[in-house]
């Protein structure tokens, strides 16, 4: 699947067939993570791939979305751009999963009540921050990404308010 293909298939994906995941294919989204840019290159990211069934089921206790085939663990250190490396990478492992054909999730506002559980669940060390959780798997229905406002609408040329011509537009 091409990027623009992965951007636009790309969704929310919460409920998952039982299936596994091979942890090749995990190791490739990881990956893309890895890959991903942080301010000055410090890439101060760790990752847990999760495909134990004991451990995940236990994760449906901060949001009923882990009876997927796996999940992503996305660490970071508390450091200046540790939220824009940290999402960087979210945004490089969900459209790595998509392009392999498989749904996930940017598992974050559940999270942060339920962070300290789950960094103890997990094994991760204190000072560290566990900023968000991907369930990775076999979509269980097909659907669609929830609808997202209009290219025109929120993009000006040159200046602020200024709409683009209507060749440039790009909505379908
Ligand atoms: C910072 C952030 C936090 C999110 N946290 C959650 C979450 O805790 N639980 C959840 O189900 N979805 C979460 N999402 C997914 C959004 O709800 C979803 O991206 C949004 O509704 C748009 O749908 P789409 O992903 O299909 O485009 C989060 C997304 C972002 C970017």
Not at 54 to 73: E, T, Y
Not at 139 to 158: F, H, M, V, W
């Amino acid at each position: 699947m091409d990027l623009f293909s992965a951007i636009k298939n790309r969704r929310s994906v919460r409920l998952f067939q039982d299936k596994s995941v091979p942890l090749e294919d995990l190791k490739k989204i990881v990956d893309a993570g890895r890959l991903a840019p942080s301010g000055y290159n410090l890439q101060k990211r760790e990752f847990i791939i999760i495909t134990d069934k004991s451990i995940l089921l236990r994760l449906n206790d901060i949001q009923p979305v882990f009876d997927a085939g796996a999940a992503i663990a996305v660490i970071v250190e508390k450091t200046k751009y540790a939220i824009e490396d940290a999402s960087a990478a979210v945004e490089n492992i969900l459209l790595a999963a998509t392009a392999l054909g498989y749904g996930s999730c940017w598992i974050e506002g559940t999270l942060i009540p339920h962070e300290k559980w789950a960094k103890e669940l997990l094994g991760i060390p204190k000072e560290k921050k566990l900023f968000a959780l991907i369930p990775i798997g076999v979509p269980l229905t097909s659907g669609e990404q929830a609808p997202k406002k209009r290219l025109e609408e929120i993009t000006y040329l040159n200046l602020y308010g200024v709409k683009l011509p209507q060749s440039t537009q790009t909505n379908d």
